[in-house]
Nanobody
Framework: VQLQASGGGLVQAGGSLRLSCAASGRSFSNYAMGWFRRAPGKEREYVAA????????DYADSVKDRFTISRDNAKNTMYLQMNSLKPEDTAVYYCAAAQTLGPFIGSNYYGMDYWGKGTQVTVSS
C-alpha cells in the first residue's frame, strides 16, 4: 500500500481544511488508518485513527470535537476534516496504515505498516 496525503495549506485561525490520504493497492480496506502530525521543534503526535470498516474512530484530546476522521473504501481514500483550527494545529500531517487501531491509540509508530509523505498545515493567528 502506498499512501499520499494532500489538502494542506494556509488558513486563518477558526477556519477549516480537509486532508485526504489516497492509497494505492487492493488491500486498503484491510487496514486501520490514521493521522499523525509533527510541529516544528516538537515530537510526532498522534491525531486520529479509524478502523478498517470505519465503524470505530479515535481522537487525541487536543483535536476531539474539532476534527473528524472518515474513509471511503470504494475510493481508497481517508479524510480528516479539521474545523475550528488553531495556530497550535500548525504541523506537517502524515497518514499511516496499520493492522489494527492499537498502534495508533498507543502512539506506537513502529507498529505502522505504511506511512505517507506529509502535507503542511499552517494556521495563522
Amino acid at each position: 500500500v502506498q499512501l499520499q496525503a494532500s489538502g494542506g495549506g494556509l488558513v486563518q485561525a477558526g477556519g477549516s481544511l480537509r486532508l485526504s490520504c489516497a492509497a494505492s493497492g487492493r488491500s486498503f480496506s484491510n487496514y486501520a488508518m490514521g493521522w499523525f502530525r509533527r510541529a516544528p521543534g516538537k515530537e510526532r503526535e498522534y491525531v486520529a485513527a479509524i478502523s478498517w470498516g470505519g465503524g470505530s474512530t479515535d481522537y487525541a484530546d487536543s483535536v476531539k470535537d474539532r476534527f473528524t476522521i472518515s474513509r471511503d473504501n470504494a475510493k481508497n481514500t481517508m479524510y480528516l476534516q479539521m474545523n475550528s483550527l488553531k495556530p497550535e494545529d500548525t504541523a506537517v500531517y502524515y497518514c499511516a496504515a496499520a493492522q489494527t487501531l492499537g498502534p495508533f491509540i498507543g502512539s506506537n509508530y513502529y507498529g505502522m505498516d505504511y506511512w505517507g509523505k506529509g502535507t503542511q498545515v499552517t494556521v495563522s493567528s
